[in-house]
């Protein structure tokens, strides 16, 4: 560092401020560049999935969920034909008749393959209607003759994602920084951060079909492996403590298998799947494995999840471009402390002094057990309170704490609950305990929404390290 420093002040003396700005800047461009092809080394595009990543690409940044996209399920780079379901014709049908017209639509492409599929080849396109050209076009790139007839059950529709994606953007900056500061701790490369925009579009209330939960969208098995989740706690709807098991999943997924991609893929696929594949084609290029590796188990959802992350990456990192004027939500700050005992959550209201809705709304975690007060917030629980400058929570709870700048369990960090684009209810009688769950979420969010962000304070323990609450 003293070298540092002299190389610098002698550089001043010699040159000037004015050269030493321009010094700095070139330094800075120098490690973005670098940066940047890190980013593309870890994370290749192969050949074989780049018109994957362009049509994900559209679907995140440029088709919105009235738009819905009629596609080869195998080669994304036929499209035949985009539905708008907000179209002047559409305006007199309900959702159900909206959606029979996808149907429809689909049902007349695959009657084209069909047809296409009898003709004798090459085709006299005069003899061709506009639509049987449209398509024939589209596949005069394919040489196998048995190409129409094999695209009859590949017809795919896609809903655009740009409206849902440009929340996810706002939603997003809630977390960033922690989520961030998490992956760096673990060695994880930080565009994973951006896979909640695949998995849950940053929505920490998602839940699959197939079980799958929160902004991570961890199976209820795969949780508990870095998680608790029981009938009190369910740490997989958190955020940043399911960021924790995002990144030590990613990072022991890389372990096993070296390699990004492949990495990534088994965060959907499964570690397991994903070593087979690369043990049956002999080599961890996920384009080849893309291309080759076939399994009833190695499906859409798993071929096109790390080209799903690329492109959502790609738009996310970018979204000022695609985003006019989308800002994301700013971070609010919270305290945490390490619970010495179980307590009921009406108690904790009362020791801490806050609302039970605003300690729902900052541990989203809880169970509806815990919130309805049939069982205990339990005993180590990491509970979150809202930021109060010069509050030591440990003063309430624990008998002779030590000074408040060392604070051992204490810290700020990011809170994990969006704003609301809906009206919810304020009356301070309302019982949140008596809420059903969309009334719930729509109250606490509005609440938080509405409440201050404090600035988060550079608070550091004796040895110099930040804070945090993990």
């Not at 030493?20 to 973005?32: D, H, N, R, T």
């Not at 790139?141 to 994602?161: K, W």
């Not at 989740?229 to 997989?236: G, P, S, V």
């Not at 541990?363 to 809202?386: D, H, T």
Request: include cysteine; charged fraction near 25%.
């Amino acid at each position: 560092m003293d070298i540092l420093v002299s190389c610098i002040t002698d550089l001043i003396e010699k040159r000037g401020k004015k050269q030493l700005e321009i010094w700095c800047v070139v330094c800075l461009i120098g490690m973005l560049l670098c940066n940047s092809l890190l980013a593309d080394e870890l994370f290749p595009i192969p050949p074989q999935i780049e018109k994957n990543v362009d049509f994900w690409t559209k679907i995140y940044s440029q088709y919105s969920s009235n738009h819905v996209v009629i596609h080869d399920r195998n080669d994304f780079g036929i499209i035949y034909k985009v539905v708008n379901l907000n179209s002047q014709a559409a305006d007199s049908l309900d959702l159900r008749q909206k959606w029979q017209v996808v149907e429809d639509t689909k049902a007349r492409y695959r009657q084209i393959l069909r047809d296409l599929a009898q003709k004798k080849q090459p085709v006299n396109l005069d003899s061709l209607t506009v639509e049987e050209r449209h398509v024939y076009i589209l596949w005069s790139q394919h040489d196998d003759p048995q190409r129409f007839a094999n695209a009859v059950f590949a017809v795919r529709a896609q809903s655009g994602l740009r409206d849902h994606f440009e929340e996810s953007i706002k939603r997003a900056g809630y977390y960033k920084e922690y989520i961030e500061s998490i992956f760096q701790s673990y060695d994880v490369p930080l565009p994973l951060t951006y896979l909640p925009h695949v998995e849950s579009l940053f929505n920490d209330k998602a839940y699959s079909k197939v079980g799958a939960a929160g902004l991570w969208q961890f199976m209820r098995y795969t949780g508990r492996l870095f998680m608790t989740i029981d009938a009190a706690i369910d740490e997989r709807l958190d955020p940043i403590i399911a960021a924790r098991g995002a990144a030590q999943l990613l990072k022991r997924n890389y372990d096993e298998l070296q390699s990004w991609p492949l990495a990534v893929t088994a965060y959907n696929h499964g570690l397991n799947g994903m070593q087979r594949a690369k043990e049956l084609c002999g080599t961890d290029d996920f384009g080849v494995i893309y291309e080759n590796y076939t399994s009833s188990m190695f499906s859409f959802a798993s071929k096109n999840f790390y080209a799903e992350f690329l492109a959502a990456w790609h738009v996310a990192e970018n979204y000022m471009t695609y985003f006019a004027d989308v800002q994301p939500y700013p971070a609010i700050r919270f305290q945490s402390i390490e619970l010495p005992n179980a307590a009921h959550l009406k108690n904790l209201a009362e020791i801490f002094k806050v609302p039970t809705d605003t300690l729902i709304a900052y541990n989203p975690a809880f169970q509806k057990s815990v919130i309805r007060n049939e069982m205990r917030v339990p005993q180590g629980y990491e509970l979150r309170l809202p930021y109060r400058e010069g509050f030591d929570p440990r003063t309430v709870i624990i008998p002779n704490p030590p000074p408040p700048r060392t604070p051992a369990s204490s810290s700020v960090g990011i809170s994990s609950i969006p704003p609301s684009a809906g009206h919810a209810r304020h009356s301070d009688s309302l019982s949140v305990s008596n809420m059903k769950s969309d009334e719930l979420e729509a109250y606490i969010m509005e609440k938080l929404k509405t409440e201050p962000t404090p600035t988060l304070l550079d608070i550091e323990m004796d040895d110099g390290s930040p804070v945090h609450s993990n």
